[in-house]
């Protein structure tokens, strides 16, 4: 069974590995918006240790929105899809399987250069961990959550504008708890409850997430 | 039992069924609605603390009630269609939706109007209530938007219910990660646990609006079924007929 698995998210590395342009354009994209937070709102330290918890966060949110609508397009396109849907696996497995790719390929280098990032926000050492933990948790409930989303839109016209009307609002306990958490680090209070429930919501994600990404991925193909 | 089911569960019956309904629930919603807003705005007394101003619970409460019921009808209804493949289950999903949007929205109007005098600023992102308030009117956007999007009714109709019931496990989530948040911006709650005992000319008009929205909603919902059928089995034979009928199909 977890042959398909890998089968799957290592076809899906592979293609990426030949684009390297859909893993560089959402970290791109997260380091701008990091950028764009200081110019907009000034340089003064304070301000920037207090809201770089809160910037990291929503532009790691918006970056893993950026990489979801490619999650099912091109396999929808060129049919691939298709033999994924008749083929015997269980089909929660292979979306398990192709959401792993996304997370490894989207996910985790964000969590990766996070650090360089919280520096220029002059955030403190252990809050830092703290970051890199919460993103590692987050990133994965984010993309099991937004392949929910993009199995639901998959080849619709109007996908992307509607994937983040349907994703964000059930993104925001994610965002909400990760944020909050790193801040509560970086002000050296007791932080231990946020990571729980995020490690909670990550396992709830992984076994729950894949049977809807299912579901929707046959609904959209009907 | 399963007869009853079946018949109701069939389009042209339950397009009947609901026509005699509509007043029944129609009628005992307003005259319920009529005694509390009466009762409410002249007989209660002035809160003590807060004075006139917090007669607007008798709008607020029964919103917010039926914003979180519409979406359990609706998450039910998705759920029910998906599992047994009862059409009228989504058409309720499908009619519930913007009545659930609706109230959410009376609900964040009337709190925010309440907020004014009471925390002295339309909005607090402080108070978790209001907070996931917001985040429900988004979900049920999302939902209405997913719906209008795609055009065959039948993928409409599951995959809108899907995101239903993946939005219903998350709304206990939203509401418990945000209570945790606010917990930590704000010193003191306004609302106490348990809260002062409410006083009986206070607490019936407030039981009769409850009451009263509920049978509103009641007829509103049916009355949108009855159009939602209507739409979805227009090439049906016994719409034609109805159309055709000497009453002109009403």
């Not at chain 1, 929910?148 to 839109?153: M, P, Q, S, V």
């Not at chain 1, 990571?195 to 997430?209: E, N, R």
């Not at chain 2, 018949?7 to 009947?16: G, I, L, N, T, V």
């Not at chain 2, 409410?198 to 409850?210: H, K």
Request: charged residues 10%; contains cysteine.
């Amino acid at each position: 069974m977890f042959a398909g698995l890998l089968a799957v998210a290592r076809r899906d590395l592979l293609l990426a590995w030949k684009r390297p342009g859909d893993v560089l354009n959402p970290l791109f994209f997260f380091a701008m918006v990091c950028t764009l937070f200081p110019l907009a709102v000034g340089p003064s330290p304070e301000q920037l240790t207090f809201s770089g918890p809160g910037v990291l966060w929503v532009a790691a949110l918006l970056a893993t929105l950026l990489s979801l609508n490619t999650l099912f397009m091109s396999d929808h396109e060129d049919g691939s899809l298709d033999q994924l849907l008749v083929s015997p696996q269980p089909l929660p497995v292979l979306a398990l399987g192709k959401t792993l790719a996304h997370w490894l390929i989207s996910g985790l280098p964000l969590v990766l250069i996070s650090p360089l990032l919280a520096m220029t926000y002059r955030m403190p050492g252990d809050a830092m961990g703290v970051l890199m933990l919460t993103l590692f948790l987050g990133t994965i409930c984010l993309s099991l959550l937004g392949s929910i989303g993009a199995a639901l839109t998959v080849g619709l016209h109007r996908g992307t504008a509607l994937l983040s009307l349907l994703i964000l609002p059930l993104a925001m306990p994610v965002l909400l708890l990760g944020a909050n958490t790193v801040s509560l680090a970086a002000g050296n209070e007791v932080y231990a409850t946020g990571i729980w429930a995020l490690g909670a919501y990550a396992v709830g994600a992984i076994s729950l997430a894949p049977y809807a990404t299912a579901a929707a991925l046959r609904i959209s193909n009907e | 039992m399963w007869k009853f089911f079946h018949q109701m569960a069939s389009p042209p019956h339950f397009y009947r069924i609901a026509k005699v309904l509509i007043p029944w629930f129609a009628v005992p919603g307003l005259m319920l609605i009529a005694y509390g807003t009466y009762a409410g705005l002249f007989v209660a007394s002035p809160d003590y603390q807060q004075g006139d101003a917090f007669r607007i619970i008798y709008i607020h409460v029964p919103a917010a009630y039926l914003s979180m019921m519409a979406y359990m009808i609706m998450a039910v209804g998705g759920g029910i269609g998906l599992i047994w493949r009862l059409k009228l289950a989504h058409a309720v999903g499908a009619a519930a939706a913007p009545l659930g949007a609706t109230f959410t929205f009376l609900a964040l109007v009337t709190g925010s109007i309440w907020g004014r005098p009471m925390w002295g600023t339309w909005w607090e992102w402080g108070d978790p209530r209001l907070t996931s308030e917001l985040i429900l009117l988004f979900l049920y956007f999302g939902y209405m938007a997913l719906r209008s999007s795609i055009d065959d009714t039948a993928k409409a109709d599951k995959a809108s219910s899907v995101l239903a019931l993946v939005g219903v496990v998350n709304v206990v989530i939203v509401h418990y990660s945000v209570v945790w948040w606010s917990s930590l911006h704000q010193g003191q709650t306004l609302f106490k646990k348990g809260g002062p005992a409410m006083d009986a000319d206070m607490l019936y008009p407030l039981l009769a609006m409850i009451l009263g929205f509920t049978f509103l909603f009641g007829a509103m919902l049916a009355r949108r079924l009855r159009t939602e059928v209507l739409y979805r089995e227009r090439r049906t034979r016994w719409v034609r007929d109805l159309v055709m009928s000497p009453e002109g199909g009403l």
